[in-house]
């Protein structure tokens, strides 16, 4: 199963991973390989992630406080966010359109 990011998907990780660098050198990487592992889960269980919305599923992110926003469409994972759990839920849903 291939994943695709939404660009602001993208743009969000990005921004996390030089927060984190930016915080303590090295850290922007940890955060990284986080990522990539909630991802690889992500291709074998795809809908293994908790349900939040109609198709929509959160995967949390191990020692982050993060989750994935993703939806499975014909055999592919989109990425809609990168969301920080403080965030104000529901903010991705215009990425929907």
Not at 49 to 61: K, M, P, T
Not at 63 to 83: C, E, T
Request: hydrophobic share 40%; aromatic share 14%; net charge positive.
């Amino acid at each position: 199963m291939k994943i695709f990011f939404h660009p602001k998907a993208e743009e969000e990780l990005k921004e996390s991973v030089l927060y984190y660098e930016e915080c303590q050198k090295g850290l922007g990487l940890k955060f990284l390989n986080e990522i990539n592992k909630s991802l690889k889960r992500l291709k074998l269980f795809p809908f293994s992630s908790q349900l939040i919305e109609d198709d929509i599923r959160r995967c949390l992110v191990n020692r982050f406080p993060f989750g994935i926003i993703y939806f499975v469409n014909d055999k592919k994972i989109i990425v809609l966010a990168i969301m920080h759990l403080k965030k104000k839920p529901g903010y991705w849903k215009d990425r929907l359109k």
